[in-house]
């Protein structure tokens, strides 16, 4: 077996978009490998019809995207407020670390509560179905429980 790897510290540019950037980038050469074949994995078995393999695959996927999405909240954070201070990426097998200038006790705490509300702030912003405009000829039917299953078995 190969050797453990040796973590490896990136020095983040003072620039906010270079910093994200640098961020996506060298979390995703970090795991490049185990994402290609979650992804090949996923689609074959989807092409298959084996649904829960493409899920399990796809989660992979998925998962690491939000570690690489939490990374960058705090990345982000430690940019608006610190500005052109010096930062380094950490990077491990196990994931990725922010090593930085200590802040005032706001802003750590500001720096620290980006990275777990990132992910769930882009989540909230995207509604599956929310710009999709249904089907013509499709009839929507409020289900709100067996009478109104009965309700639209009658008509």
Do not use: Y
């Not at 995703?28 to 994995?41: G, I, M, N, T």
């Not at 084996?50 to 695959?57: D, F, K, N, S, T």
């Not at 491990?92 to 750590?108: F, K, Q």
Request: proline letters at 8%.
């Amino acid at each position: 077996m190969g050797e453990p790897m040796v973590p490896r510290r990136v020095a983040l540019p003072s620039r906010l978009g270079r910093s994200l950037w640098a961020t996506v980038w060298h979390m995703h050469l970090l795991a490049w490998p185990v994402l290609l074949a979650a992804a090949l994995l996923s689609a074959l078995a989807w092409a298959a019809g084996w649904w829960a393999i493409a899920v399990l695959a796809g989660s992979v996927v998925i998962a690491w995207s939000g570690i690489v999405v939490h990374e960058c909240g705090h990345v982000l954070a430690f940019r608006a407020l610190a500005g052109s201070r010096p930062a380094e990426l950490q990077l491990t097998r196990a994931g990725a670390s922010l090593h930085r200038p200590a802040l005032s006790p706001g802003h750590e705490i500001g720096v620290i509560v980006a990275g777990p509300l990132a992910p769930a702030l882009l989540l909230g912003r995207s509604r599956p179905g929310r710009d999709i405009a249904p089907a013509a000829g499709v009839v929507r039917h409020p289900v709100a429980g067996p009478s109104a299953l009965h309700a639209a078995a009658r008509r």
